[in-house]
């Protein structure tokens, strides 16, 4: 199977001489095109460290990284901005989103930097997406007149607008209720089937569940992997039982 990113023998710390903290310690990991992977691991463990690291978004200290055959290590700062503003899309916990735009503003925002000419075809693609997510009414809204999950969905259009072709996902249910959870987990898998490679971060055994491969890390290294079949929408208990027992067994 093709990998889409390949990350091999990260270091990342933090800091300068006795304050100085070994985050990644060699981690090796990759993502196959259009796979939908976790990685879990107690706080601290290094998690977002390597979300960050993959995706280019953080210098590492040794190592490569690789997406779609490109070393993003020996990148330029340009060129790491452009794939990562066409080619990844990124949902965090609390979606970075400005205040005195709309709904619809913010999420055509990052595109119309690419493409200030286009204006309509951006706008129509984002109200596209918006009614997919069931958001198009709020489309005027202040990003503070809306719920957190539908400020959770607004994120993930804007994360979609380009056709990325893998989305990152720093525990991007963290901070809804269940069902806004699960709405959300929906529409990772749902864009996911159509061919997105999908690399969360969570806490959440539920989460994890739906995806087909969890990395497991302790102490900056990927300590264990567990497997599951491609999510149908059927077994959720029998996958999210899988996930506890392996949680259990590495100590989270
Ligand atoms: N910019 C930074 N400067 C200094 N230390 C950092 C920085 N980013 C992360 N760290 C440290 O690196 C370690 C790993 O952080 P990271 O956020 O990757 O862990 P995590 O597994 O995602 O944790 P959590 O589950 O709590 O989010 C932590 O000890 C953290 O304090």
Known sequence: MKKVMIGEHIVKSFGEGDEKHHVLDGVSAYINEGEFVAVMGPSGSGKSTLLFALSGTDVVDDGKVVFDGRDLTTASENELADIRRTQMGFVFQQPTMLNNLNILDNII?????DNRKNVANI???????????????????????VSGGQLQRAGICRALMNNPRIIFGDEPTGALNSTSAQEM????SEINAEGTAVML?????????????IMFMRDGSIVSELQLPKYDGTDMEGRIEHVTVKMREIGI
């Open 123 to 145: 706008t129509a693609k984002a109200r596209t997406l918006m009614k997919r997510v069931g958001i198009a009414e709020l489309e005027k809204r202040d990003i503070t007149q």
């Open 109 to 113: 925002l990052p595109s119309l930097r």
């Open 201 to 213: 971060v969570t806490h959440d055994a539920n989460v994890a569940a739906r995806t087909e491969r």
């Open 185 to 188: 987990m929906d529409l990772f």
